[in-house]
């Protein structure tokens, strides 16, 4: 069984090229007892890698700072270059509450692991979304904007003082961002064509903050090595808006400029319950019930005995 | 916990109308110790109720014993009109093996209950699927041919002597085919039109019988209290034959002839990976592996500590 409570991490790591790198980051959590190891999902492309695991509230805090220690160690933001927006070798550390926790936790241990990160590895750190000390620093892309190269500057501002941490940006691994949130979806999708400015235009159209899609963020990017271009996305609500409405949305704005899309994929984990979503609303299986689902139902059925 | 082993039972009931009928008979289950009700599906056009439930093999076995002698105390097949295709009161009686269970304790299973209601109910019963004695008798639609009405002819032929049970109908229970299964899916897709030919085009071209989609039944059916009509299936093996697959034939299928899908229906329960996979061939996510899930994952990294 696992723990209880149980909390999620999802540390975004600024390398997705180097395997040695990689691999050695993923071991941080894989050998770190308490933790389990959940998935290992790196993007040349965008230059990063998402490790996600999960635990007791007191052996996430510990790992996350370990591993973020180990990402100091190699990771270099001077010589960094990725489609991806970033501004620290340990990007984002945000804590999600899993079965037993309560966003309270997760916010609690954003700031003590905030707090120990900025004393103790000299990285300015800013608490984001649910863990936020300001509004306007709920929003990770608002926080990140200017990226690593800007932040010298940017820590100059009185309005961009860190939650923790020195005012000076780290030389090699810049500032952090450490949060508190509900699980959300990085989705991504592809499209059949080199034509980055289409991406950026439907990244544009769908994203909250231009009017679009409600806790829908996007940012289109090129895939070199692919010779295609990508709608990238975080999800921050996939009750609010779907990933059916989300797919078909794209789907529609690429046809209008007969584009088709090449396929699609999910960074990370995904709830479950995102995926049936999709395949109800597909289906137009307009009064299919949670519990005509088998499994569902039998635990239902059992489970309370 | 669920019981170990665990069978489930899916009984098809020759009554869609009659309320009282409908919730004396789900009772008969609901009481019963030791096995749990899933689900109960009434459908006032097929006048046919499915009822789901699931325990131990002995349980289970009983359970469906008196099932049967409910049935046949409370509906009449000499009355019944529905568009679905019957021959009994009870009129198929599936085990299906859930965790820990084998086709074997279903086969076995069939048999015990097949032989006990053939010999205190007076009804003669065709073992079919995975239970049948002779390969013409695994199709359920080729025993069900003629339906109730000509049974009293169909059981003077030798090649359609029960495999327990008297050689003659009962007076209004009819026949009944007990068998062993896997998971199948009740899969209904309900056309906007009222064109009855439309809908029974569709089912001869996507059911397997006619060259269609492997392990696809079709049938269509008017549903005249909404003056839809439907194409109404059992699929068999949703692993070759995927709701995706089904749903989007039917579409293109529909779209030929200028008419849109209304709405589907799953009738009863669907295994839960069923519809995993539409979100999955939906969203065009290639390379998404089942531990992507973050449920599923948690469930296999701490449940084997």
């Known amino acids: 069984m696992p ?49 996600t695991f999960a635990g007791t509230p007191e052996a996430v805090g510990e790992a996350a ?44 241990l954003a700031n003590q692991v905030g707090k120990r990160i900025g004393a103790s590895l000299k990285i300015p750190v800013y608490l984001y979304e649910a863990a936020a000390t300001k509004p306007e620093r709920q929003n990770l892309a608002h926080i990140r904007q200017g990226q690593f190269e800007q932040f010298s500057e940017k820590l100059q501002e009185t309005e961009w003082q860190p939650d923790y941490g020195p005012t000076q940006r780290h030389p090699t691994a810049g500032v952090l961002a450490v949060g508190a949130r509900q699980p959300l979806i990085a989705f991504n999708v592809n499209l059949n064509t080199n034509d980055l400015e289409l991406a950026k235009e439907i990244a544009k159209q769908i994203r909250h903050s231009n009017g679009g899609l ?30 059916f409405q989300v797919f078909e949305s794209i789907e529609k704005l690429a046809a209008d400029a007969g584009v088709t899309i090449a396929e699609s994929e999910i960074v990370g984990l995904t709830p479950r319950q995102a995926l049936l979503d999709v395949g109800k609303s597909y289906l137009k299986l307009a009064t299919l019930t949670d519990s005509q689902v088998l499994e569902t139902r039998i635990e239902e059925v059992f489970d309370h005995d």
Chains 1, 2 share one sequence.
Do not use: W
């Open 65 to 108: 700072f370990q591993l973020t220690q180990a990402a100091v160690e190699c990771i270099d933001l001077n010589t960094h270059q990725g489609v991806h927006p970033r501004m620290g070798a340990l990007d984002v550390l945000p804590f999600v509450p899993l079965d037993g926790a309560t966003m309270e936790d997760c916010i609690q």
């Open 214 to 243: 409600p806790h829908v963020k996007a940012l289109g990017f090129p895939l070199l090595h692919r010779g295609l271009v990508q709608v990238s996305m975080n999800m921050t609500n996939y009750h609010s808006t779907s990933l």
């Open 3 to 51: 723990p209880h409570p149980l909390i999620e991490c999802v540390p975004n790591l600024s390398d997705g090229r180097n395997s040695t790198n990689i691999e050695k980051l993923a071991q941080v959590i894989e050998q770190h007892d308490g933790v389990a190891l959940l998935n290992v999902d790196s993007d040349f492309d965008h230059h990063r890698t998402v490790i």
